[in-house]
Antibody, heavy 121, light 110 residues
Framework: EVQLVESGGGLVQPGGSLRLSCAAS????????MFWVRQAPGKGLEWVAN????????HYVDSVKGRFTVSRDNAKNSLYLQMNSLRGEDTAVYYC??????????????WGQGTLVTVSS | QSALTQPRSVSGSPGQSVTISCTGT?????????VSWYQQHPGKVPKVMIY???KRPSGVPDRFSGSKSDNTASLTISGLQAEDEADYYC??????????FGGGTTLTVL
């Protein structure tokens, strides 16, 4: 069974940093694009970043470029999101999600339970 | 990276059909077949209901169907049931190995 388990969320001050992790199991992790998607309280889903199978290609929503870095360790079946220079508007539940395995990263087939990041002084 | 446009809310009575629209641009919805729809109940994780415009994952009732015309994708739910009350989000491939979500639509079953 596919499982994605996020960790690392918490309360951080504006300007601070946080590193999220996503532990994957139940599938061949190195074969799939992976995503980070966030949802601010009471708001909709927002794609944050994604990374290809070998970790050499990644993409970001404009609002986090230069501040967030997505990475993966295929040996550890783990996905990461390093978040720096955090702002209040980054407050959200952050979901890790797996693509459906197509040629392009298009369908978020499996989702983790999410981890809450709160940026506040 | 502009979000796709969805109505904020739709409603219908049990047994009726409702359609949720998702409007993008030529560069996202218009040129590709990678449009998906996600259902999210309050406090729950999103679940894919439709992918590649019209395909249903196993386990999703055939009451859910998808379509596309020009720059607008649509999700239709027929034979509405109380359990369908949820938020629905469209998502489209946006080129360059990126995706974009719609703002979400709240479906109320009257």
């Amino acid at each position: 069974e596919v499982q994605l388990v996020e960790s690392g969320g918490g309360l951080v001050q504006p300007g601070g940093s946080l590193r999220l992790s996503c532990a994957a199991s139940g599938f061949t992790f190195s074969s799939y694009w992976m995503f980070w998607v966030r949802q601010a309280p009471g708001k909709g889903l927002e794609w944050v970043a994604n990374i290809n199978q070998d970790g050499y290609e990644s993409h970001y929503v404009d609002s986090v470029k230069g501040r967030f870095t997505v990475s993966r360790d295929n040996a550890k079946n783990s996905l990461y999101l390093q978040m720096n220079s955090l702002r209040g508007e980054d407050t959200a539940v952050y979901y890790c999600a797996r693509d459906d395995g197509g040629s392009y990263p298009t369908t978020l087939e499996w989702w983790g339970q999410g981890t809450l990041v709160t940026v506040s002084s | 990276q502009s979000a796709l446009t969805q109505p904020r809310s739709v409603s219908g009575s049990p047994g009726q059909s409702v359609t949720i629209s998702c409007t993008g641009t030529y560069s996202n919805i218009g040129v590709n077949t990678a449009v998906s729809w996600y259902q999210q109940h309050p406090g729950k994780v999103p679940k894919v209901m439709i992918y590649d415009i019209t395909k249903r994952p196993s386990g999703v009732p055939d009451r859910f169907s998808g379509s596309k015309s020009d720059n607008t994708a649509s999700l239709t739910i027929s034979g509405l049931q109380a359990e369908d009350e949820a938020d629905y989000y469209c998502c489209s491939y946006a080129g360059g190995n990126t995706v974009v979500f719609g703002g979400g639509t709240t479906l109320t079953v009257l």
